[in-house]
């Protein structure tokens, strides 16, 4: 009864399956101590689903996720920003838990930057609103340079941002429309 119950652990452990399914904190966090992190981060890149599912984890900030994006080093620029965009989503639900992973791996002028790759000026503002909200509620003495350093950055990419979709902007920057010939 007992190897049964073994076989099967062992053969659903990696796997897809209803029991663990695929992109599973804990079972990412299992392939990351049988293959290595190295290994791990490099599916990142190579299986699309694979990446959506950790991304989508992480982006809930949840301390499991957290754990996870602590564990893994993207291999790729690819990587890096998908790992910086889903950071930053967590950023709103557990501020102290992110700020707590930026450094080398996660740069804190790329999480607390606005990675993402479309916004308009209402989402910006919304999220600019939201991620300064949380980052204020920490108060931990050593990640408060670190949540400072992020409300700076997250200022700095809020104005830059806006500049680039108001309106009044593009029309001040718009190209000057060629000389015809006669």
């Known amino acids: 009864m007992a ?4 076989s099967v652990a062992f053969a659903t452990g990696c796997r897809d399956s209803s029991w663990t399914p695929l992109g599973s904190a804990d079972v ?20 699309e689903n694979f990446a959506r599912s950790v991304t ?17 080093a993207p291999t ?3 990587a890096e920003a998908t790992l910086s965009i889903a950071l930053a989503s967590a950023l709103i639900h557990s501020p102290a838990r992110v700020l707590g992973l930026l450094g080398q791996t996660y740069p804190v002028e790329e999480v607390c930057g606005m990675p993402f790759l479309k916004a308009d000026s209402q989402a910006v503002a919304s999220y600019y609103d939201s ?41 001040k920057n718009k190209p000057a429309s060629p000389k015809r010939r006669r």
């Open 28 to 47: 990412i966090l299992s392939e990351v101590k049988l293959r290595g992190a190295a290994a791990v981060s490099r599916r990142l890149d190579s299986d």
């Open 131 to 171: 991620a300064s909200t949380a980052l204020q509620r920490v108060v931990t003495p050593d990640i408060r340079p670190r949540r400072d350093s992020c409300l700076v950055a997250l200022a700095d990419a809020r104005k830059r941002r806006l500049e680039r979709i108001d309106p009044s902007y593009v029309v």
């Open 56 to 72: 989508n984890g992480i982006a809930t900030g949840d301390s499991i996720w957290m754990e996870v994006a602590a564990k893994l």
């Open 76 to 78: 790729s620029a690819a």
């Open 3 to 6: 190897g049964a119950f073994l």
